[in-house]
């Protein structure tokens, strides 16, 4: 198990580097000196200007800078943003444990109802539930979730006036220091009566909105891996054996129809993590996701440079674990050259 | 190079073609998407003649008209209008028109670069082939709408930007699915015997392996049709894709929120538009996958 964590997570390494080096070249792609960008409308004299790419290091041969760049990464270093002047591992630390809590609540309300969804898809194969629960499935899948956290919007927030707007908790009502960055959590430390309840309100539509295709993705894949497991011999030999439906499908057949949909699950996740850009933007949800958008509106590379490397050595992170779990359920895996 | 080709099809008894399209045709899903997208392609192509009006054009005594069914509607814009008077089933029409081609072009693309880095990875292997799949590993580790978004920031939003974009977000998973597929063609009899005849390795790749690895890579391009459509919505919707006043389904989305409430209408068509046609291409690619991929066929 050891050795193949270690070759795992050595085989994750050189896509980071790679990563890296794509993010480098991108601000040199980007059009416009990340001076020209800096200094605005006004214009700088030639000496400020001077200055300023010696002190950003531009006067420097592009290989050092790349250098300089992966040196202040491994030390924790991301760069500063144009705007607001802090650290960008600063900003992205306490931003990302919105993303994390949306994109965990999300997954939950997926396997929630997308295994179960599955399970009785292919227990009633063809049949009403199966053609319904699929065509439901499908739709979810083809969804374009930016409309549909709008629909939900106007029918749940506008017309019914069941769920906020926007945001994570009400802050006119409520305020307190964010202990863990998880509202949820930090509402019920603040004490304070009905935080709660306000942070599970904000958290209802956007986990909705964004566990809307992997629930669908699940849903789906559950199903399929059920009518695959349940043609194998032992399913037909718990039958014999006189087993009660519900146990055929709810133990022999769901453990090992599960394998792949973990593998799923885990996939999905890593998506969710990034996809929230959309679901946080409809929400003014204050995840990375937002941030990211806004930074290229605010033409802030330096910050859309680290984001997207943190973003993405995240989602690494994410499959990095999910391959390790994957390895621990089946040892065949595992053992594999 | 297509007369071998055909001389199998014509040998089989059904035919494949045919054998197709009875497998196809089992699925009443399949039949109803595929009738759905010929509707839609069909729109796209005469949006022209269909169209009652300009999709640009701003009809500012009739801003925010609301559909035929509702009160205060005026039948010369059946749909209702938008912010600034523009028709919307006009717009939506030419929309079609936008989304389809952006999704094809992008599948057209990916097509003929997967079938072209996948097959070069597969016959040459080695050192060629650890820099194609290392790359696209690299692609893929980063999340598809991240790097769409990172790719745009670099070369800046419009259509042929979008088109690029998603299709290089798209990229990997062609290149794999030939690449297997040949790797696994490349195996059998056929191939060694053919390659035993003296074929040449351009003949090898073109004409004796791709032809059998084309069904996984349709039903690939089928899936990922409804995925560059959506993609590329949801770069329009977050003001990074086609530019207004180019009537893009996404982008149509973009500036509804604040007449959300007061005139919901002008939200819910573009995203019904987006919902149909995906839905449609995503039944049509299930059934195109159960008819071709037989392991996964239903019974």
Same mark, same amino acid.
Not at chain 1, 157 to 170: I, M
């Given at each position: 198990m050891f050795r193949f964590l270690l070759k795992r997570l050595l085989l994750t390494l050189p896509t980071f580097f790679a990563l890296m080096f794509v993010t480098f070249i991108m601000i040199r792609l980007v059009p416009g000196d990340p001076i020209e960008v800096r200094r605005g409308e006004r214009g700088i004299s030639p000496e400020r200007l001077e200055e300023l790419r010696r002190e950003m290091g531009l006067d420097q041969p592009v290989w050092k800078q790349f250098g300089d760049y992966v040196w202040g990464i491994l030390h924790g270093d991301f760069g500063t943003s *144009? *705007?607001?002047? $802090? =650290?960008i591992l600063h900003e992205f630390a306490t931003l990302f444990p919105a993303t994390l809590e949306l994109t965990i609540s999300a997954m939950i309300f997926a396997v929630v109802l997308g295994i179960p969804a599955g399970v009785i898809a292919a227990s009633r194969r063809g049949g009403v539930y199966d053609q319904s629960l699929m065509g439901l499935a499908l739709t979810g899948y083809s969804m374009p979730i930016f409309w549909w956290g709008l629909i939900l919007i106007l029918v749940m927030?506008? $017309? %019914? @006036? %069941? $769920? =906020? !707007?926007? @945001?994570? !908790?009400?802050l006119i009502k409520f305020y307190y220091e964010p202990v863990t960055g998880f509202m949820l959590i930090d509402s019920l430390l603040s004490g304070q009566k009905g935080a709660f309840w306000d942070a599970v309100h904000h958290l209802i539509l956007p986990t909705i909105v964004l566990g809307t295709v992997p629930l669908a993705v699940i849903a789906r894949m559950t199903r399929s891996s059920m009518l695959e497991v349940l043609e194998e011999d032992y399913v037909r030999t718990a039958r014999a054996k006189g087993l009660s439906t519900y146990r055929i499908i709810g133990v022999h057949a769901l453990r090992n129809a599960l394998i792949p949909v973990v593998t799923v699950i885990g996939l999905q996740t890593g998506g969710l993590l990034a996809g929230a850009v959309l679901t946080e933007t409809i929400f003014s949800w204050p995840g990375v996701g937002k941030w990211l958008v806004e930074s290229i509106g605010r033409r802030d590379y330096p910050a859309l440079q680290g984001g997207i490397l943190l973003i993405s050595a995240m989602v690494i992170f994410v499959n990095l674990i999910v391959d390790l779990l994957y390895g621990l359920i089946n040892p065949r895996i595992r053992h594999a050259k | 190079m297509p007369s071998d080709t055909t001389i199998a099809t014509q040998a089989a008894p059904p035919g494949p073609l045919r054998a197709f399209w009875r497998a196809f045709r089992e699925n009443r899903g399949a039949v109803v998407g595929l009738a759905v997208v010929v509707l839609i392609v069909l729109i796209a192509i005469f949006a022209s003649v269909l169209a009652p009006h300009d999709p640009i054009e701003q009809y500012r005594g009739f801003t925010k008209l609301p559909p035929f069914w509702m009160e205060g509607s005026d039948l010369r814009f059946i749909l209702g209008t938008d912010a600034v008077g523009r028709d919307m089933l006009s717009r939506l029409m030419y929309g079609a028109r936008v989304s389809l081609f952006i999704g094809i072009a992008v599948m057209a693309v990916s097509m003929v670069m997967g079938i072209a880095l996948g097959l070069t990875a597969a016959f040459f292997g080695g050192m060629v082939d650890v820099v194609i799949i290392r790359v696209m590993d690299l692609v893929m580790a980063i999340p598809s709408l991240v790097l769409a978004i990172l790719i745009i920031a670099i070369i800046g939003p419009n259509l042929t930007n979008t088109i690029i974009a998603v299709t290089i977000v798209g990229l990997p998973r062609y290149v794999r699915l030939v690449r297997a597929s040949a790797l696994t063609e490349l195996t059998k009899d056929y191939v060694i015997a053919a390659k035993v005849s003296g074929v040449r390795k351009w003949r090898l790749m073109t004409v004796t392996v791709l032809p059998n690895c084309l069904a996984p890579l349709i039903v690939q391009a089928a899936l990922g049709l409804s995925d560059a459509i959506l993609e590329a919505a949801g770069l329009g919707f977050l003001g990074?894709?086609?530019? +207004? +006043?180019? +009537?893009?389904w996404g982008a149509m989305l973009a500036d509804t929120r604040d007449l959300m409430s007061s005139h919901p209408w002008v939200m819910a068509f573009p995203g019904i538009a987006i919902l149909i046609t995906v839905l449609a291409i995503n039944l049509m690619g299930d059934g195109l996958r159960d008819a071709l991929d037989p392991r996964l066929r239903r019974s």
């Open positions: *144009i *705007i607001s002047k $802090t =650290p927030s506008n $017309t %019914l @006036g %069941l $769920t =906020p !707007v926007s @945001g994570r !908790v009400d | 990074l894709g086609a530019q +207004p +006043p180019t +009537p893009e």
